[in-house]
């Protein structure tokens, strides 16, 4: 079985990059063919071909090469923003080129009428044209079904997968029997997008200071260079840190973490927070990861921050609305009831065991042999 993986790849440094890179490293008894897509820069470069995206001719060529190779399936990965066109659209010029079997997986979802109608009809002809189309939560399936009015049986559900990591405790540095002495330790970890709400985060520990609340909060990530927009928002970041005076308590370590990085970081910090301000922000990476290594999380709430709640209940701490006044009343919450804080992350990072990347591998291996069968 020979897969063709269309997608942006770990030199994109993007979430989606490492998600196929991890689902190829799930599946050792496949052969894989890279197809990378990009904007110029940072190129793959163990790829059988590449597109970049920025001109819809590039993507008719990369699909007429996949068209014409040896693979017997089609892994293609969607979010708009790695297609090219001002609503992702140029996707559809791979797809008029694309005669093998499709198995697509869709990181972006939402409602009925709150996209442009353009990326709705992008959504229906790739789940129309793919033997198996993957979203990664139930609620994600629901979201798109009823937004495309599509069947329940036209979509199926895959996890987002995480490595297996070894679990580590972490213990609040102070006093443990003084609440108001211990100093709590904070992370995100991603890129510096404007819907991932930080400055409501840092607005909401900006209060929690002023009530005298000990904290530590790391930020970690780096702009993406294909996306200009990302470097003012971490302009504007760094503004808000200095306005609010927190300086002493927050650190932006502006850099691409690699995945042990990442680690090390969520297993340095006891919650990971993440206060996207997109209702139906459908995907996360991090979020998985911060569960996986035994720490909750602290999210505003979103769709994919719902469907872990619904799945880990007490993993995930859920502020009451987006806005920074919930956000720290939920962290509030968490200093007030993690009075034993260590004793359920063992139980945490157990419960996340069929997340792992074996178990999603073996998902997408049964859909790639599926759709090969289909098509003989």
């Avoid at 070894?166 to 006093?175: G, I, S």
């Avoid at 996207?276 to 999380?297: E, K, N």
């Avoid at 509030?332 to 419960?351: A, K, M, V, W």
Wanted: net charge neutral.
């Amino acid at each position: 079985m020979i897969v063709a993986h269309v997608s942006t790849f770990p030199q994109m440094k993007c979430g989606i990059a490492f998600y196929v890179s991890d689902l190829i490293d799930s599946l050792p008894m496949l052969e894989h063919h890279k197809y990378a897509l990009h904007y110029g820069i940072n190129l793959t470069q163990d790829a059988v071909c590449h597109a970049d995206v920025s001109t819809p001719v590039n993507l008719k060529k990369l699909a007429r090469a996949i068209s014409q190779s040896k693979c017997d399936v089609v892994s293609l990965q969607h979010e708009f923003g790695i297609w090219g066109g001002v609503n992702g659209e140029f996707i559809v010029d791979f797809l008029d080129e694309t005669i093998k079997p499709l198995i697509s997986t869709l990181h972006t979802t939402f409602r009925n009428s709150s996209r442009p109608a353009v990326q709705s009809s992008i959504l229906r002809r790739i789940v129309n044209q793919s033997a198996v189309s993957f979203v990664l939560t139930p609620q994600s399936r629901e979201t798109l079904c009823d937004a495309l009015s599509l069947s329940h049986d036209a979509v199926s559900v895959v996890p987002h997968g995480i490595p297996d990591i070894p679990f580590v405790p972490l213990t609040f540095a102070n006093n443990r029997a003084d609440k108001s002495a211990r100093s709590l330790k904070l992370c995100s970890i991603g890129f510096f997008r404007p819907d991932k709400g930080l400055e409501e985060t840092l607005r909401a520990l900006s209060v929690l200071k002023s009530q005298g609340v000990a904290f530590q909060y790391v930020i970690a990530g780096s702009p993406q260079p294909q996306f200009m927009e990302q470097q003012s928002y971490l302009r504007n970041l760094k503004r808000t840190i200095s306005e609010l005076s927190l300086e002493d308590r927050v650190l932006l370590d502006i850099r691409f973490l690699n995945r042990s990085e990442q680690i090390q970081l969520i297993q340095d910090s006891h919650v990971g927070i993440f206060a996207y301000q997109t209702p139906y922000q459908s995907s996360s990476g991090t979020i998985p990861l911060v569960m996986a290594a035994g720490r909750p999380v602290i999210c505003t709430p979103f769709e994919f921050a719902l469907a872990k709640k619904l799945e880990l209940d007490d993993g995930v701490i859920l502020a009451r609305d987006f806005g920074s006044a919930a956000i720290a009343d939920a962290i509030s919450q968490f200093i007030l009831t993690e009075c034993d804080y260590g004793s359920r992350d063992p139980r945490l990072n157990r419960q996340t065991r069929e997340w792992l990347w074996r178990t999603v591998g073996s998902a997408y291996n049964s859909a790639f042999y599926k759709a090969h069968a289909g098509q003989s």
